[in-house]
């Protein structure tokens, strides 16, 4: 019994040791360790389709199966190795708010 | 030649204070939108020509080295492949290579550096000064080269689609039950920086963001004069999977939190298709300070965001310090666990003899267990996630970046 909890306090004892120790490092040397949030470039999802609890496996399986179309793979896009070009038009207007993505 | 000063024609500089161009020699001040492309076009046709073509050899060693001409003094300054802009080892003064932004290839806009050398150097010495682990050494630098460098990046306007299914897994005592649930729905995104420089990971130039991309300008090649510069030389394919890596986890982190109650979280099942908008890609050159240093005979490279200022670097660390305080802290806690436990799985055991109880009993020194190898287990993951992520931003390809660059 003193053997097992021995171990138990090893585990807990340790495994917190490494936890708190680890922010730490964390904190003091790896600095900057952050991207910009989606907020910055994005207003959210916009969901077409939400299910909790999907009930069987067919569900689960058949979940937004059509949801990406050949459509929306079939576009002109251009060569995979050419350089990436600036369009010579002026860019198009999408009709998204940009202060209300920018927030 | 290039921009020079109105009143006595010395060459200029971009000063990140003042926002405006300084003459050395006068101090005559002057806004970067006073001076006309329409003065720079003589030398808009100027190319940086390969060294092997001068020479008519075929050698590994210039492939990537070209020659041009210092628009201020005629000396032949070299360049690699994707420099803009340099400064001339002659004169010293700015080259800006004005073909690689001349006409389609010249970016739309940009963000002018903010904050001067100095600002870059005192913010990086605060940071290390509050660092528990950074070396005595580090905290006290001298740094070797310190280079203003306009990172190239394509803005882009893209739709992320994807249905996924998320596994939810919840435990209850010694089991644990399963959900899933169905999310499909659209991300769309604006402006998404995208690194456009083969030289740069993603994963660097992802952490000098976020940038004010509100304080955008129209690029004017006067900013670029007193730091270097590069342009994009990415393909479609690589800006593809860059714009699908990033919309993808922006969508998936976003779809986790969409899940109410508690458990382990992750995309069990995932569809999805990125259109980027590439009428409406943007080429913008962002600012970014590279300040190097040696430690232990190694290169080490800090990125300081040129506009907000943000530090991004992994510090080498005291791991004498770091070890010992671990396992002095470990046996601390260790101590302090077994003193906690030792009455309570005693009571337990001897509860557990008395039958009526003995199966609830039994779940709690089960639950016990599994959080006592689940700790030690997270404990470990998070000590190597954390130096992972030092070591990735001490990567050479940082130090490359920088260094093939006149002085």
Known sequence: MDILAMLLAIGLGFGLACLIFASILSKSNDIGNSIGEASKYSNGIYYDQSADKLKNNTAVENFGLSYITKDDRLRDIPPTDRKVEQSAEEPRDLGWNVDQIRG | ?407
């Open chain 2, 1 to 407: 030649m290039i921009t020079q000063c109105r009143n006595c024609s010395a060459p200029l500089v971009f000063d990140p204070e003042k926002q405006k161009l300084v003459c050395g020699h006068c101090g005559s001040e002057f806004a970067p939108e006073e001076f006309k492309l329409s003065e720079k076009e003589p030398y808009l046709d100027q190319k940086a020509e390969s060294m092997n073509e001068i020479y008519g050899t075929d050698s590994k060693e210039f492939m990537d080295c070209y020659v041009y001409i210092c628009n201020s003094c005629g000396g032949e300054v070299i360049v690699n492949g994707t420099e803009a802009s340099t400064k001339c080892i002659y004169c010293g003064n700015s080259a800006v290579v004005f073909s690689r932004i001349a006409k389609h290839k010249r970016p739309r806009t940009i963000i002018p550096f903010r904050l001067t050398q100095e600002d870059a150097e005192k913010a990086v010495r605060e940071k290390f000064k509050k660092g528990l682990f950074v070396p005595k050494e580090i905290k006290n630098f001298k740094a070797e080269n310190i280079r203003g460098i306009y990172i190239p990046y394509w803005l882009v306007d893209c739709e992320h689609k994807a249905a996924v299914v998320i596994q939810q897994t919840v435990k209850s005592g010694k089991s644990s039950r399963r959900y899933y649930h169905g999310r499909a729905g659209r991300m769309m995104f604006k402006d998404l920086p995208i690194d456009a420089s083969k030289m740069l990971s993603d994963e660097s130039s992802s952490r000098l963001e976020p940038f004010n991309l509100g304080a955008k300008k129209a690029f004017d090649e006067d900013y670029l004069l007193g730091f270097y510069s590069n342009v994009s030389d990415i393909d479609y394919g690589d800006l593809r999977d860059a714009v699908g890596r990033r919309a993808r986890d922006y969508f998936n982190t976003h779809v986790l939190t969409s899940v109410k109650g508690g458990g382990t979280k992750k995309i069990y099942r995932e569809q999805y298709c990125t259109k980027i908008d590439y009428n409406s890609l943007e080429y913008a050159m962002l600012p970014a300070w590279f300040i190097t240093y040696d430690y232990k005979g190694k290169h080490n490279t800090i990125l300081v965001n040129g506009q907000t200022g943000k530090v991004v670097c992994g510090v080498p660390w005291n791991q004498i310090l770091f070890y010992s305080l671990l396992v002095v802290t470990g046996i601390a806690l260790t101590a302090v666990s077994f003193i906690i436990l030792k009455p309570i799985l005693a009571s337990l055991f001897s509860s557990s003899s008395r039958s009526s109880s003995s199966d609830s009993d039994g779940k709690f020194i089960g639950a016990l267990i599994v959080g006592a190898v689940a700790m030690f287990s997270a404990g470990i993951v998070k000590i190597r996630k954390v130096i992972k992520s030092i070591n990735l931003t001490q990567a050479q390809s940082i130090f490359n970046f920088v260094k093939k660059r006149q002085e």
